[in-house]
């Protein structure tokens, strides 16, 4: 994954996508990452590696506040470390058995992942609010490409049939960007569909731009 300028946070997700009591993959810059939210409604955002066996922790469930790993059950509470191991319930795990954890907020319908140490929290954008996320197969200059137009501090502002629909992006790799659309908070059912709709489109063209070879 491409570096992510130091100070600045990474829309990794949205926060109507994570449930309390569910567990989600996700990449970040330092690689693949598990996020998860308690119960309680706590988000966590743990490396995507269970200490033990290497399984997938994105793969495993969620009990009360702690998330445990598929494989073996192994279980991780928010700050890292190992609570429990059911295959000796009698042990209490010493804390050198942890999981590498990252920081992470959560706020205005978007989960950020912080790149370096920002100086402020992440943004918040005033009469807008999350539709949906898409993942699309191409970088963002191929999606520059197609909507015609820049993007700007991670936001593309792409006009389609006289709307203009809002775009949140995050690069996920060399050739693919997870795409999060935006609405007025205002919008009717009908605009929304149209937003989404017009995203799509986008996702489409821009997916051949790149296959294409094509981006400016």
Known sequence: MPPYPTGSWMPVALSADLPAGTVMPA??????????????????AFADRCPHRGMRLSH????????SCIYHGWSYVQAGNCLRIPAHPALTPPDTIR?????VEDGGGIIWIPVGEPAAGPPRFDGVIPLRSMVVEADIAALESAAGTKAGEGLLDYTHDGRTVRLLLASEGKARTLM????????NPSER??????AEGLRRAAEHVAASGTAR
Do not use: C, N
Request: aromatic letters at 4%.
């Open 193 to 198: 569909i149209a937003a989404s709709r017009a």
């Open 60 to 67: 495993g469930f969620v009990r009360g506040e702690t998330l």
């Open 99 to 103: 999981v590498a954890t990252q920081p």
């Open 27 to 44: 990449q970040s810059p330092a690689g693949p990452i598990a996020l998860w939210r308690s119960r309680s409604g706590r988000v966590a």
């Open 180 to 187: 999060h659309v935006l609405v007025d908070e205002d919008s």
